[in-house]
């Protein structure tokens, strides 16, 4: 993404007075980064033809625009048009929205390692949290220890499960289990699929009879995003055996170029509904085009950021400890509630990911800058828990009084005194600039009431 930004931006900022040579020169640069985010030459070839008519035979004032504006203008044509791209709306794939009361079955096909094991609990985890009754089904007899993996996960999530230790056909397995959710009324049957390495004759077949067995309304293909080119190519294949209505994008989170998944969609003319961002179960969401150019093209996405901060604000905990702030009030244990909030809410890297500027600004590297935020939280709560009641509800000017007490939680906590002052420094300075803030604001209504 970063590469994106920074060709579009030199070649802006480079581009002279001729608005056909500054246009040519931006999708030269802009070309040679989307391919090497892995978008497929023979759609950036034909993106490159469709801006250029656009910026310029579109409307000859171009030409004539402001550098900024035109600047402007030229992001947003790049933008509209990668959207395009994915967004299949005027497809003939309707969106599929499953209708309550009745048993809609959904089949997952995809490589082994795609992921999709992980992603069916996460589905299902969503559906369930929209009021459907739902459940898993474990179809994979090929991998030993597949049915183990879902069971674990459907428990975690509360979710009822079905599979077999002994049963060594898929297809029967995934008939009884969609059987018997349907005659319990199930609304939603998720049915998981084994994978294999490669491509073989033999998984499409066991998917062809899995399918015919259970009918799906809807067939999911799970893309790993870290695939690269390879992703148009599998995509088209699985198409052939399978007709599946939507594409569910998992590990968006590593360093995926995501360019990749351009090409699958339009390879299989098909669009993507979710992408998985983590391991965990909640790491999921809906996809967006947009959210998904703006990071691939280094815009940031203020969007996803806007929600993250709107969650916190309904927080309970996050208004308490903004009144205690507000009162001037604060103690370790609201230091260390924001914390938790802050990492709660994803992880610092995601959210440099979300802000313009802000990665590049970190030097770049979100999978370090991860690695030591996620090892900076761990550290900060195992110092917290070692301090005792007394310690957590004051304001930390009782270390400096009687510094053995650092030594006792350095101790406790597997760190050192330094790491200990550090974190009670770290918390006063957070203090002081609350401080100032509200001294400045009370000045501000100061000068407020004196006019
Ligand atoms: P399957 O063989 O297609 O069923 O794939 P699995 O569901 O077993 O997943 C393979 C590996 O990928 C596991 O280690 C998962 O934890 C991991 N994984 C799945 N989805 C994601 C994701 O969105 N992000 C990350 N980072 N890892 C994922
Ligand atoms: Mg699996």
């Avoid at 009745?102 to 969503?126: D, H, R």
């Avoid at 499409?204 to 870290?226: G, H, R, W, Y």
Wanted: charged share 25%; aromatic share 6%.
């Amino acid at each position: 993404g970063k590469k994106i930004s920074n060709a579009v931006n030199g070649a802006l900022n480079n581009s002279n007075d001729d608005f056909v040579a500054s246009v040519d020169n931006m999708l030269k640069a802009i070309s040679t980064a989307l391919l090497q985010n892995d978008v497929n030459i023979k759609l950036v070839s034909s993106l490159r033809s469709s801006i250029r008519n656009k910026l310029i035979n579109g409307s000859s004032d171009n030409a004539s625009l402001p550098q900024q504006q035109r600047k402007n203008l030229i992001q947003k044509t790049v933008f509209d048009e990668l959207c395009n791209l994915i967004d299949c709306k005027s497809s003939t794939v309707q969106e599929f929205k499953p209708r309550k009361r009745t048993s809609n079955v959904i089949m997952f096909v995809g490589l082994q390692g795609a992921g999709k094991t992980t992603t069916c609990t996460k589905l299902a985890v969503y559906y369930a949290s929209k009021g459907f009754k739902v459940g898993l089904v474990c179809a994979d007899t090929f991998r030993a220890g597949a049915f183990d993996q879902l069971k674990q996960n459907a428990i975690k999530a509360n979710i009822p499960f079905y599979g077999s230790y002994s049963e060594p056909s898929p297809v029967k397995v995934a008939m009884e289990g969609v059987a018997k959710f349907k005659k319990e009324k199930f609304e939603i049957i998720i049915v998981d699929t084994s994978g294999r390495h490669q491509q073989e004759e033999s998984l499409f077949e066991e998917m062809i009879e899995i399918s015919n067995a259970v009918k799906p309304n809807q067939t999911l293909m799970v893309l790993d995003a870290s695939i690269g080119q390879v992703a148009e190519q599998q995509a088209k294949a699985f198409k052939e055996s399978s007709d599946f209505g939507s594409i569910i994008l998992t590990k968006m989170d590593g360093h995926a170029k995501g360019g990749g998944a351009i090409s699958a969609v339009a390879a299989s003319q098909t669009p993507i509904s979710f992408i998985g961002t983590g391991e965990h179960i909640h790491d999921f969401e809906k996809f967006s085009p947009q959210s998904f150019i703006k990071k691939m093209l280094g815009l940031g996405d203020i969007d996803s950021l806007k929600d993250m901060m709107e969650s916190v604000k309904h927080d309970k905990v996050a208004q308490e400890v903004q009144e205690n702030m507000r009162q001037g009030k604060l103690t370790l244990l609201d230091f260390r509630k924001q914390m938790e909030m802050v990492s709660r809410m994803g992880s610092m890297a995601k959210m440099t990911q979300a802000i313009p500027g802000l990665s590049d600004m970190m030097g770049g590297n979100s999978e370090q800058l991860m690695q030591s935020t996620n090892q900076m939280f761990k550290t900060l709560f195992y110092i917290m828990d070692s301090m005792t009641k007394k310690e957590l509800n004051s304001d930390g000017s009782i270390f400096f009084k009687e510094p053995s007490r650092m030594a006792r939680v350095a101790r406790g906590s597997g760190t050192s005194v330094g790491e200990v002052e550090g974190l009670i420094q770290q918390f006063h300075q957070m203090g002081s600039m609350m401080n100032s803030n509200a001294q400045r604001k009370l000045h501000q209504e100061d000068l407020m009431a004196a006019n």
